[in-house]
């Protein structure tokens, strides 16, 4: 994937500056993650797929981070290739060097919380598409008019969004996404059931998905 930053990484990383990276960069870090304790997945969980998939694809993301930009599109090319098999699972990790992506990631569970996952989701893909990244790619107050133009309850979003109601929830994704052994993002992780699990750190090709997920099929 994408140069691969911790929580603690400066606004000089590469990740936060660069969001066009050359092949060299691509390549995953070494040595290789560990995976460490992987939170289950349940009914809690934004998920696209089937519930009742084989493997999951569980990705912790940063909206403001670059190569989760680039990476967004590749998590829904697994789910179409495996036909069922194969379910997405979208957890938050927002960068401290990212100045809007917490707050954004609080204004998707707000989304969720008016819309259900349906809502999640295309909201959180209008923020994919439309932030140039690297932090304040997409700005604050533009938040409360996309939820409106997902025909969301636009005052309701508002205070929801103004409360803070789900900071504590992405902050519980950041600790468990650590415990887990992500470090940056996107981190993502391949987990079936039966506790099998595999770090794939970084906006990795969807070939290298595929290799993992087929080891563990």
Do not use: M
Request: with cysteine; hydrophobic share 35%; aromatic share 10%.
């Amino acid at each position: 994937g994408g140069s691969f930053a911790s929580t603690s990484a400066k606004t000089s990383d590469p990740v936060a500056v660069n969001p066009s990276p050359s092949p060299a960069d691509s390549q995953a870090p070494s040595p290789e993650p560990q995976a460490g304790v992987v939170k289950a997945v349940s009914d809690a969980d934004h998920i696209v797929g089937s519930k009742n998939a084989k493997v999951f694809l569980i990705e912790y993301s940063d909206f403001e981070c670059p190569f989760c930009k680039r990476f967004h599109a590749t998590p829904q090319q697994v789910v179409d290739a495996y036909k069922g098999k194969v379910a997405w699972v979208y957890r938050h990790f927002p960068l401290s060097f990212h100045a809007n992506a917490a707050k954004e990631s609080e204004a998707s569970e707000c989304a969720a919380d008016l819309g259900g996952n349906s809502a999640f989701w295309k909201f959180t893909n209008k923020v994919y598409e439309r932030t140039t990244s690297n932090g304040t790619g997409f700005a604050l107050d533009a938040l409360v008019p996309l939820a409106k133009e997902i025909g969301l309850n636009e005052s309701k979003f508002k205070t929801c969004l103004d409360s803070g109601k789900f900071a504590s929830k992405v902050q519980k994704d950041i600790t468990e996404g650590q415990a887990a052994g992500v470090n940056g993002t996107p981190g993502n992780i391949i987990w079936t059931k039966d506790g099998k699990s595999k770090i794939i750190p970084g906006a990795v090709p969807f070939e290298s998905l595929k290799q993992a997920i087929d080891s563990l099929l």
